[in-house]
């Protein structure tokens, strides 16, 4: 799967956690438990840049405030 297109897919899927996320694919996929630990860590790091830009453009468009919140709320299962 590309980057880009899993990158599409873990955005439509924003209302679950990361390993909810991944495990729709690694039983799509066949994952190794390997594969899915260092896919969840992507998502994570997706999320974790979604927010960090999120924060940014909030500081610089107060428009967009709740929208931005939402997204930079979403920390579900971020911590390991």
Do not use: Q
């Amino acid at each position: 799967m590309a980057p880009s297109v899993f990158a599409k897919e873990v955005a439509r899927h924003s209302d679950l956690s990361s390993t909810e996320v991944v495990e729709i694919f690694a039983a799509r996929y066949n994952w190794t438990p390997e594969e899915k630990r260092v896919r969840i860590n992507v998502v994570r790091g997706m999320r974790a840049a979604e927010r960090h830009l999120c924060s940014r453009v909030r500081r610089s468009i107060p428009l967009l405030e709740t929208e931005c919140r939402r997204a930079e709320a979403h920390d579900s299962d971020e911590v390991l």
